[in-house]
């Protein structure tokens, strides 16, 4: 397919870019759009068809279910199946538009392709207005998934779509890279306690400040237990080569790298190491990627994906990481990291 491809300035949007997109998604087809956390690619949610083209244009399994991104309220009423509660309407003020995915029960407006038979269907507000720009022109809730071919780490610039994703979708909206960087933070608000069931752009600090108790699904620290969202089964965001992620003290981390390094070498392997602003000068005779500070995991988040493809652009053969710290964006950092390298950890 023909896919068409257009740059947008999301401070001065040229309308007759949004205009046509938005046409596409009532025809039925597939946008690619930029977010703050990845890029997505949308259809519209409503017409079970278009939504089955997204499984096929990324090759993702049907029984992932998809996020509804809307841009008013009276699409999120339309979306679900009951009242809102108190705790959404809190959440809503405070995180809305903002990389947090609420999980309430669905309507049945809402098909279940959508969300892979579920009873309960996953929404959130962009905080992008070539998304909300978008999404209001279309008059549709839109279901996006990232827009990267199933398996890929997520697309944060408008370079990865195109490698990607370039003649399967209909149309592709290029804006800046994704300023969070990571996707959006899945909270279950249906039980007594909310539960975090994929860690993301709001932190469990922050979720914390509003609703006190918040718990993390087991699911995702170990791959024993099966996670409540489906997408948190799926090896996923994996560069080409495989991974380990180094765990522990700073120094004896940075030791056993230098050990791995030197024996991979005599096997004439390719390393690359994803280090920090810190550590990466530390490291000889290998392919070193900083994600950022150590002090700062928002930045980390910003880069972790992009880091993660260009290891694939300079064709290592073994990929060893630094851990970093679990606080703040980390915890996000550190799930996406843990299911790249298929919970590959060694601990020193
Ligand atoms: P992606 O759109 O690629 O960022 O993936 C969407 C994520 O949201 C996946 O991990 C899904 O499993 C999760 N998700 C979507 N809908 C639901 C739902 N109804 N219940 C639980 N998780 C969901
Ligand atoms: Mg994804």
Redesign the pocket.
């Known amino acids: 397919m023909l896919t068409k491809i257009y740059q947008l300035d999301e401070n001065n949007i040229d309308m007759k870019f949004i205009e046509e997109a938005a046409n596409v998604i009532r025809r039925g087809g597939t946008v690619v759009f930029p977010t703050e956390?990845?890029y997505?690619i949308g259809a519209n949610a409503i017409d079970a068809n278009a939504v089955s083209a997204i499984f096929t244009a990324?090759g993702?399994p049907s029984d992932?279910?998809?996020?509804i991104h809307i841009s008013c309220i009276d699409m999120l009423l339309y979306s679900i199946g009951e009242p809102l509660s108190e705790k959404a309407e809190m959440l809503i003020k405070k995180f809305w538009p903002g990389p947090l995915?609420l999980?309430?029960k669905?309507s049945s407006g809402i098909p279940l392709e959508?969300?892979?038979g579920?009873?309960?269907?996953?929404v959130r507000m962009p905080d992008n207005k070539i998304a909300l720009k978008l999404i209001e022109k279309s008059g549709v809730p839109i279901a996006?998934?990232?827009a990267?071919l199933s398996g890929k780490p997520?697309p944060t610039s408008a370079f990865h779509v195109i490698n990607d994703l370039e003649g399967r979708v209909d149309t592709i909206l290029c804006g800046k890279d994704s300023r969070i960087g990571v996707?959006?933070t899945?909270l279950?608000i249906s039980g007594d306690v909310p539960t975090i069931?994929?860690p993301?752009g709001v932190t469990l600090e922050q979720l914390k400040q509003v609703l006190g108790e918040v718990y993390i699904d087991p699911g995702l620290t170990d791959n024993m237990t099966v996670?409540?969202?489906?997408?948190?089964?799926?090896s996923h965001y994996a560069p080409s080569a495989p991974m380990q992620i180094i765990v522990g003290e700073a120094d004896r981390v940075e030791k056993k790298i230098q050990q791995l390094i030197d024996e991979n070498r005599l096997l004439h392997k390719k390393i690359g190491i994803l280090a920090t602003e810190e550590t990466k000068n530390k490291y000889k005779n290998c392919t070193v990627i900083s994600m950022g500070s150590r002090e700062n995991t928002k930045e980390i988040a910003s880069n972790i994906f992009k880091a993660l493809r260009e290891f694939d652009e300079k064709k290592v053969d073994i990929i060893f990481a630094e851990a970093v710290d679990e606080k703040d964006m980390g915890l996000a950092v550190m799930n996406r990291m843990r299911k790249a390298a298929g919970f590959h950890m060694i601990e020193v």
Do not use: C, H, Q, W
Request: charged content about 20%; overall charge positive.
């Open positions: 956390t990845v997505g990324k993702r992932n279910p998809l996020i995915t999980i309430f669905k959508v969300t892979a579920l009873d309960t269907v996953a996006a998934p990232s990267n997520s996707e959006s899945v279950d069931l994929r993301g996670p409540k969202s489906p997408g948190m089964k799926y």
